[in-house]
């Protein structure tokens, strides 16, 4: 079925053969890319639409989409002030679609808009076979295809242990709180290495509400109160946002489908067990009742605000005494963390509740492994340019 055919069963046209799309990213396109046959473009009128745009139930052609997904975003980077001309932007880059989507508009945008921006590819090796190491092919290409410096910073490296070693030594019961812990701190610290100002991830608008619920579900007060913010910035730590913040994840799939982005599209392996999962399940039956939850439940979190004596109560930040990253106690969550690995009770360290079982066991020996001490900004490292061999 080509662009112009017509399923004689529902007398809906599907563009391009969406049976071709990968598996895991064809339930997005569910009531979204099929339109009535005969309707023309809400917005230029001329050619064809091909696809009912979920945030407005517009009927539109490909060009237009284009053009209306990408100007959201600039007028979202715009209202926001994200960034300043000559910038230095790190995108963190897994190969992913929001990623991938994410490299090529910043790269779009920044050239009609003329941002005056510095781009860069940022990626963090989990160290999770089967699963990063072929999503980091796809970065690889994407710094070919984009011409964007990469800088490829892992786990092993940094931690000396990879997400298969933890996997392996705690099992799949909260492993995705050791990879969120480390993976943010690796964020940063690859950041401060390639000397950037920002750092832009590619959380989506479902992705937010989904934090959103997490922390209402876990009575999360501290979070509630700063996870619908587009940037944030620790006193010790650069700056990071999120373009993509009223971006629908079926959107970014659209446009990835329809630019032909080349982009990885499996699930981690070890996400099916993750606690987000159940955020997730719940926000997609209420898109299917109200296309617009999404950005409501967004909206939503923005208005909450923490009272006085709440807000009074938060822990201030300071430095972790180990190794000099941002922390709210004297040893940051991910040194914490490391340490319950190496001493063999990685289940002690998960809660602050916990951690006193870690705590009676005495100091930690001397020859304990730890992070490297955290600079901000540290001296620039050499990095991959597009020209030389992956």
């Known amino acids: 079925m080509d662009e112009s055919d017509e399923d004689p069963k529902t007398g809906l046209r599907t563009p391009e053969n969406p049976s071709s799309l990968r598996l895991h990213d064809r339930s997005h396109l569910d009531h979204t890319v099929l339109v009535m046959a005969p309707m023309s473009c809400a917005l230029c009128q001329n050619a064809k639409a091909i696809l009912k745009r979920p945030k407005t139930g517009q009927q539109i052609c490909k060009e237009c989409f284009f053009f209306v997904f990408e100007t959201e975003v600039h007028n979202t980077i715009i209202q926001a002030h994200l960034f300043e001309p000559g910038d230095r932007v790190a995108i963190g880059a897994s190969g992913g679609k929001d990623s991938t989507v994410l490299a090529y508009v910043m790269k779009t945008l920044n050239e009609r808009y003329n941002y005056g921006l510095e781009l860069f590819l940022l990626s963090i090796d989990e160290g999770i076979t089967g699963y990063r190491d072929d999503s980091l092919e796809t970065v690889k290409r994407n710094q070919q295809q984009y011409n964007m410096p990469l800088k490829i910073l892992s786990y092993e490296e940094l931690y000396g242990w990879t997400m298969d070693a933890i996997v392996?030594?705690?099992?799949?019961?909260?492993?995705c709180t050791f990879c969120g812990v480390f993976r943010r701190q690796a964020l940063d610290r690859g950041a401060s290495a390639l000397?950037?100002?920002h750092i832009v991830t590619g959380h989506n608008a479902d992705d937010i509400a989904e934090t959103v619920l997490m922390n209402i579900m876990r009575g999360d007060i501290a979070r509630l109160g700063r996870c619908t913010q587009i940037c944030t910035r620790g006193e010790d730590t650069i700056k990071r946002s999120k373009p993509f913040k009223y971006a629908y994840e079926k959107e970014i799939v659209m446009y990835a489908y329809f630019k032909k982005l080349d982009y990885f599209s499996t699930?981690?392996?070890y996400s099916p067990d993750a606690y987000r999962g159940h955020a997730r399940t719940f926000l997609k039956d209420l898109e299917a009742a109200r296309p617009s939850a999404i950005i409501d439940i967004i909206h939503s979190g923005e208005a909450f605000e923490l009272r006085e004596d709440i807000k009074a109560t938060q822990k201030q930040q300071q430095t972790c005494k180990r190794c000099g990253y941002m922390s709210s106690n004297d040893l940051c969550k991910a040194c914490t963390l490391l340490?319950?690995?190496?001493r063999g009770m990685?289940?002690?360290v998960i809660t602050d509740r916990?951690?006193?079982k870690?705590?009676?066991m005495g100091p930690a020996p001397d020859n304990l492994r730890t992070i490297p001490h955290f600079q901000s900004p540290r001296p620039a490292v050499s990095i991959q340019s597009p020209s030389q061999e992956s």
Do not use: P
């Open 358 to 360: 870690l705590d009676a």
């Open 267 to 269: 699930e981690c392996i």
């Open 354 to 356: 916990a951690r006193k």
């Open 168 to 175: 392996a030594e705690i099992g799949k019961k909260n492993n």
């Open 195 to 197: 000397e950037v100002d």
């Open 339 to 342: 340490e319950g690995l190496e």
């Open 346 to 348: 990685a289940g002690s």
